[in-house]
């Protein structure tokens, strides 16, 4: 939703704003100034940014989010691996502290900034826009950005990315998509990652998980994968490709 | 707990608007917000006290507005009441639908003061 032309105006506030909505008067009885922007406005201004500057320089900006541990930075290492020379990847790594997951990345001989949020539990467009003056755009095709490992508080904050892709782990279990669905209606992919477990933790039915994805309405894609064993990294592969093609 | 970054970007949104007005003091705000706007409203009121310490809007009312969750099916055309981790159609039980109202979190008004 913009802040300009209206369309900030739904079904489920049109009500409290007409002449004579609850919104019109205040409880004083004098007139109200109606605003109507995002409580993220903001935020949402500096992602627009971010995005015109990934849009500028043809670079797809994917931002991965997940649950800590899920295995993000696991599938970015076999991802690059994988990937080889077929397309360039540059890295934002958000964690509360240390710089262990740019340093991984960038033992994959792939450009790596960190941002360490503090207490933050969430990437916000501000810092990625501060990580964007550090990060050379030039012959990249993907900046993948790994947000801080959390279901909640990541989902509220646009980036300036492009796509969303979520992972589930096979040992968190199959029913987060329905209880995180303010996170789970974001994706454009849910990988379910640590496929390689599914044997040995078997009450984790993938049918399931999309089935409470169906249920917020996401028409995300679910692939299964493992960064270990690299069972389902083709699939995921050939989708990267794809977006890169479509973008 | 990211509402109180949330509330601070409320208040920085709220102060400029009242320094627009030439205003002396904000007497409320409202703001509005669904379901799954990712927000909760008792975590946003804790934080709104913390946040609007020291502002134009420190002694300002939150009134917080519940928006309704509704989604309209793809299939039938229908629209009902959802559930957030329901949002399945009420009428022919599809799952292709989509949100119409639920998942805003809006700066709806403020009520100023001149003097």
Redesign the interface.
Known sequence: MCDTCGC?I????KS??KPDG??AK???G?E????????????DHTAKHNREHFDQHKVLAINLMSSPGAGKTALLEATIQMLGDDLKIAVIEGDLETENDAERIRKQGVEAIQIATGS???L?AHMIHQALHHLELANVDIVFIENVGNL??P???DLGQHLNVILLSVPEGDDK???Y??MF?TASLVLISKSDLLPVLDDFNPDNAKR?L????S?APVFELSAKNKSGMPHWLDWISQQVRKF | MHELAICQSLMSQVERIALEHEAQSVISIVIGMGPLSGVEAQHLKNAYSIASADTLAENAKLIIEFLPLRVKCNQCGSESDALPNKLVCKQCGDWRTRLISGDELLLMSVELAQT
């Open positions: 900030n739904t079904d489920g506030n409290l704003i609850k919104l205040t409880e004083s004098k109200a100034i109606t605003v109507l922007h995002s409580l993220l406005h903001e935020n933050a539990c969430h916000d909640v508080c989902a509220s904050f998509p329905a209880k669905p303010v209606r409470y169906r249920d917020i309405a028409t």
